[in-house]
């Protein structure tokens, strides 16, 4: 059985976004050292229920909230996913250092992500 791991918020004005949370709910935000522009949520203890997630600039056709799910092998879940209706929005691409992610679409219109752990993704 897949998890949602992580979760993104994609926003018109990143800072604004990251002051919001860090101040509503106590968020550790900080800034990743990627090929992107993205800010890293720690949402609370890693001994306490729930997860972590990011903040990143909000993209066309990507809905405001985005929930990733965790995938052995993300071609084969592809494979299931256009089996069974739904349609992928961005094809695999590597997130260097951690692994494989796709978005996609269900049959109800919602995006989600799936990424597959890989430490030599590049």
């Known amino acids: 059985m897949s998890r949602v791991v992580h979760f993104e918020i994609g926003a018109q004005d990143t800072a ?14 900080q800034k990743w050292d990627g090929s992107q522009e993205y800010w890293l949520a720690t949402t609370g203890e890693q001994s ?8 990143m600039p909000a993209m066309e056709g990507m809905p405001g909230v ?19 209706g739904g349609a992928i929005v961005e094809p695999k691409k590597a997130v260097p250092g951690i692994g494989w992610l796709v978005y996609f679409k269900d049959t109800e219109g919602n995006v989600s992500g799936i990424m597959q752990s890989d430490p030599s993704a590049r």
Do not use: C, M, Q
């Open 66 to 84: 985005v929930n990733t799910i965790d995938v052995v092998d993300v071609d084969e879940v592809v494979a299931k996913i256009t089996a069974n």
């Open 48 to 55: 306490t229920p729930g997860i972590d997630g990011g903040v």
């Open 16 to 29: 604004r976004a990251v002051r919001f949370y860090s101040n509503v709910f106590g968020w550790k935000l």
